[in-house]
């Protein structure tokens, strides 16, 4: 009789095994394109066995454990890989957008615009007498400042987009470093039953992917499965079940930083300059370095101009016989002077002041204008550059950086696909196995029902012993 009973539980203890592990199944189906999912199986064992003299009698098995097939090392390759994916995705996201500022394939450029300011002195040159000469210098050099504004401002607006997209991001780390402070508290509570956080654990992991792929950050697993994560050095953005919020301030400037609060008591410090991965960390980098870089060029070439333009200018005497007044104003000004440059008030009123002789009432007289117009080939950058040598290796330095950021980009997302490949082919979900798992553990569950058909027969059978 004791035998029967044991064959009825053998066959029930196996039946519940073939339904967990037919609910594990539909679990990773469900799962197939779920993010960072990773597979999970039941782990299967045999259940203590009972002796009955000399003989030991199995009692089929029982579930241990529902685990997930997950490499943990590879995951924290995958981590760093992905930060330095998001870096690099930053740099030339935002550089091929600087890129686009000195984009003269489609647009009239600035350094059209200078060449036709000189090209309009040398017309003058041609007709020194002539009003219409006068004005055409007038028109072209307006044309030239505004071009000049216009790539500061352009600048200016990709390091504001760059702000915003700082201040976005800043929000979704809060959100994400709050999340995962809960999951710590979850696993926690579910392994300390014993069982596997298998659930929270593919979601925390990949929480701390995206994070990393914000913003560099440095993280470490307790004995008891509590990650702890640290940006920037020594900031605590996740200490166990609490997780500190960054928060964003703007500077004297208008750039946006980010700030690490570590408490009410202590203020707030900046730690911009200590993020140096990430989107965030690609961002800052392109906005404080390579765009501040290109507004002091821009600026230089802005002043460069207008004090050459000046100086031979007010040495020169206009069409009335007047000693020539300054060309270019507001270089001089706190304002920068790519954004401040302009044509003199006094001749864009009239273009009679705009001085051509290098002696008085000498109409015919072309020196000024001349030595005017061989200022765009002259030395007068630096370092033996003339105006057009210094601005084309200004725009071939950014394409160069754009072309390699775009190279840089590429490589590491060849290398971050290739770990992610891999990690789907340990991890991942196969719907074939899957489905061959499903008509394994249905068979399973069929014949273990067999089992207590046979015991329930084999009890009706005993019982009607005492009718015969």
Known sequence: MAKISAMMD?????????????????????????????????????APPVVEGRLQLGMGNRAATVSRTNNPYLEKQL?????????HQGRSEALSRVEQVYNEQQNKGLNQYITDFFNAFREL???????????????????????????????????????????????????????ISQLNAQIASVENQGANANDQ?????????????????????????IVNVTTAGNAILVSGFDNQE????????????????????????????????????????????????????????????????????MSGFDRNGDMGVPFFT?????????AAIQVNQEIARDVGLVASAYKPNAIGD??????????????????????????NSQVGKIGVITQRAAKSKETQENNFNQLNNLRESISGVSLDE?????????????????????????????????RL
């Open 330 to 338: 507001g270089v001089n000004e706190e304002m920068p002077p790519g």
């Open 79 to 87: 981590q760093k890989e992905q930060g330095m994916l998001g870096f």
């Open 246 to 313: 960054l928060s964003v301030t703007e500077n004297e400037k208008g750039r946006t930083q980010v700030l690490y609060k570590y408490s009410p008591s202590v203020p707030d410090f900046n730690i911009t300059d200590r993020i140096t991965g990430g989107t965030i960390g690609g961002a800052i980098d392109v906005r404080d370095s390579t765009v501040e870089d290109l507004k002091r060029s821009n600026d230089l070439m802005a002043l460069t101009i207008a004090t050459e333009v000046n100086k031979a200018h």
């Open 10 to 46: 053998i066959g029930k203890r196996s039946m519940m095994n073939s339904q967990t592990a037919l609910q594990t199944v539909s679990h990773n189906i469900a799962n197939k394109s779920t993010e960072g999912y990773s597979r999970q199986r039941v782990d299967l064992v045999t």
């Open 201 to 225: 654990r593919d979601r925390r992991d990949l929480l701390l992917k995206k994070l990393n792929e914000k913003v560099d950050i440095k993280w470490a697993e307790s004995t008891t499965g």
């Open 366 to 391: 072309n020196s000024v204008a001349l030595v005017i117009s061989q200022l765009q080939n002259r030395d007068i950058m630096g370092n033996g550059a003339s105006i057009d040598d210094y601005y």
């Open 125 to 179: 040159a041609n007709n020194p007498e002539g009003i219409t000469s006068r004005q055409i210098v007038k028109e072209a050099a307006d044309s030239m400042c505004k071009d000049f504004q216009r790539v500061h401002n352009q600048l200016i607006d990709v390091q504001k987009d760059l702000d915003e997209g700082i201040k976005h991001q800043v929000v979704e780390i809060n959100k994400m470093t709050e999340e």
């Open 434 to 466: 899957e489905t061959t798992k499903m008509l394994e553990f249905q068979k399973s569950f069929d014949a273990s029902a067999r089992i207590i058909r046979t015991a329930d027969e084999l009890f009706e059978t005993v019982l009607n012993l005492k």
